[in-house]
């Protein structure tokens, strides 16, 4: 029973987020700017789909204001970048 209710202090969800923008990451500084970008609009749009799904209580960290309005930032940035990812020029790399 421990173990269980540790992994629900483990913010599970912020977690999920950052190690999906910690590839992203990985792959800008590999020289994949298009995989970086495209994982890091992925990784808004999941925040803010776990935003929308899941309780206050079960979101942690990533309820920073009140829902709708988290939800719609997130989708947004998450919608810009992906956007961003699709007009980056390949140069060679896929």
Not at 39 to 54: E, N, T
Not at 55 to 62: F, I, K, M, P
Not at 63 to 68: I, K, L, T
Request: no cysteine.
């Amino acid at each position: 029973m421990a173990l269980a209710a540790r992994l629900r202090t483990l913010h599970w969800p912020f977690v999920t987020v950052v190690l999906m923008v910690l590839v992203a990451g990985g792959f800008v500084l590999t020289d994949r700017w298009r995989r970086g970008a495209i994982v890091l609009g992925a990784a808004m749009l999941v925040g803010a789909a776990l935003r929308a799904v899941l309780r206050d209580d079960q979101v942690g960290l990533l309820a920073v204001r009140q829902r709708p309005v988290d939800v719609l930032t997130y989708a947004a940035f998450g919608v810009a970048v992906l956007a961003l990812a699709g007009s980056i020029d390949a140069l060679g790399t896929v």
